[in-house]
């Protein structure tokens, strides 16, 4: 089905919801964050830590894919994935890259660009341990990225590690683990009407402190 031109060109919402200024925000950006990720549970929005990875690989292609955040504090952005996908292989190679949160129905958006880093390993062991079993095993069949002949051998491998550990731990695999994503940029925008978006970036003016500032939308 081809969708009419002038229907797509005309496809805009204009927003209307909330407002956002530098008054209203906290001298923290992760504080921000939170603030506005709480927001966002309470309004009951459809898997609100979904967030968009953005990764690039040596020859500055880039790549994209939505994950799911597992944690955030002080120290950056927290999610979990195999270490030899796609999205591990650039992320070996290039450790840069950008988030975006997009709560539609908030009318907001969250940027973040920064730097990428592994979780101890005890700390992926922990969080490992924490999931459905069916996660695990999942993530002990799944060559993630690679060439798959059929889903029936995907499904076959899955039925017989769920045999084999059955009554055991399952183990993490080595090449499964957690990222920190350590924030060197984080843009808060809210939708406004007649596209005069509020944009407020915080940017990081040294290890303790951000600098607050204001783009035109």
Request: hydrophobic share 35%; proline share 4%; charged share 30%.
């Amino acid at each position: 089905m081809i969708i009419d031109k002038e229907i797509l060109e005309n496809l805009r919402q204009d927003y209307r919801s909330d407002s956002l200024s530098e008054k209203d925000v906290t001298e923290d950006p992760i504080s921000q964050f939170g603030k506005w990720f709480n927001q966002a549970i309470s309004a009951g929005l459809y898997e609100p830590n979904a967030m968009t990875l953005a990764t690039a690989s040596t020859d500055r292609k880039p790549s994209a894919r939505i994950v799911l955040l597992k944690g955030f504090d002080a120290k950056g952005f927290v999610f979990y994935s195999n270490y030899l996908s796609s999205k591990g292989k650039e992320i070996a190679k290039n450790p840069v890259v950008a988030l975006v949160f997009f709560w539609g129905e908030l009318e907001r958006q969250v940027r973040i660009e920064g730097t990428i880093e592994k979780l101890s390993k005890e700390e992926s062991e922990r969080y490992f341990q924490s999931r459905p079993r069916g996660s695990q095993i999942g993530a002990v069949v799944s060559q993630q990225s690679q060439i798959l002949n059929s889903r029936s051998e995907l499904e076959k491998k899955w039925n017989e590690m769920e045999t084999e550990f059955a009554d055991k731990k399952v183990p993490k695999p080595a090449y499964w683990g957690g990222y920190l994503v350590k924030p060197t940029l984080i843009e808060f925008w809210q939708g406004r009407q007649s596209r005069l978006h509020d944009r407020i970036v915080y940017k990081k003016a040294d290890k303790q402190t951000w600098k607050i500032v204001r783009l035109s939308p």
